[in-house]
């Protein structure tokens, strides 16, 4: 049972558009959210979080957006640089666990 | 400079050969986190440390167990490799972000190939 889903496997956009990326979630236990970044032979890279009290997080190029009502977050990257191309997870805790329990991820290319 | 450090990157080992996979970070951090992704796949936890104390996942294989000999060392014994155990092998501790909401910290990871 998948918890956390990343229904889009991949993404391609033009660098300086807009890129989002999107997550759905089931557990309503899940309180809060986060999202990475990994490049091939790295581990997970921290990006951004959110808490389910607050619906929206920015921080520099990257807006994540929490919609608890449909269970869906979505992660905006403006504008998209090639840098940027990469898999993104998604992943979810609920209350004290320390358990992330991640989506499958994105891959996003931003391309020229 | 790297916070959590695996060793090695890459590890080759035979089917049913025991393979031993490191972890190590140089924070002290008391919560250290175990985690095998398959290509394609969401990263699974299989276990963690809080202190010595163990948290195993309910659905993680016998074949699977770790050791925590210090704060800082973090190990993943494999017993009888089979080749589903073929993954990456992520090593993550628990972080707190720049603003002060919490977030796991993951080393570079070990790919282990199961011939």
């Known amino acids: 049972d998948q918890q956390v889903k990343q229904n889009s496997p991949s993404l391609s956009v033009q660098e300086g558009r807009i890129s989002i990326l999107n997550c759905d979630y089931t557990?309503?236990?899940?309180?809060?959210f986060l999202w990475y970044k990994k490049y091939p032979a790295e581990g997970p890279t921290f990006l951004i979080s959110?808490?389910?009290?607050?619906d929206k997080n920015e921080d520099g190029r990257f807006t994540v957006f929490l919609n608890k009502s449909a269970k869906h977050l979505s992660l905006h990257i403006v504008p998209s640089q090639p840098g940027d191309s990469a898999v993104y997870f998604c992943?979810?805790?609920?209350?004290?666990?320390?358990?992330?329990?991640f989506g499958t991820g994105t891959r996003l290319q931003v391309t020229l | 400079d790297a916070m959590v450090i695996q060793n090695p990157r890459y590890q080759v080992t035979q089917f049913g050969k025991p393979v031993t996979l490191s972890c190590s970070q140089t924070?002290?951090?008391?919560?250290m986190y175990w985690y095998q992704q398959k290509s394609s796949q969401a990263p699974k936890l299989l276990f963690h440390?809080?202190?010595?104390?163990?948290?195993n996942e309910a659905d993680t294989p016998d074949n699977f167990q770790s050791r925590r000999p210090n704060t800082s060392f973090c190990f993943l014994d494999i017993r009888s490799p089979g080749l589903g155990d073929a993954a990456m092998y992520l090593c993550a501790i628990d972080r707190l972000a720049g603003d002060g909401t919490d977030t796991q910290y993951f080393g570079p990871g070990t790919r282990l190939t199961v011939l």
């Open positions: 440390y809080y202190d010595k104390d163990f948290n």
């Open positions: 992943a979810a805790i609920a209350g004290t666990a320390s358990k992330l329990t």
């Open positions: 959110i808490s389910s009290i607050k």
């Open positions: 924070l002290n951090h008391n919560v």
């Open positions: 557990n309503s236990m899940f309180d809060y």
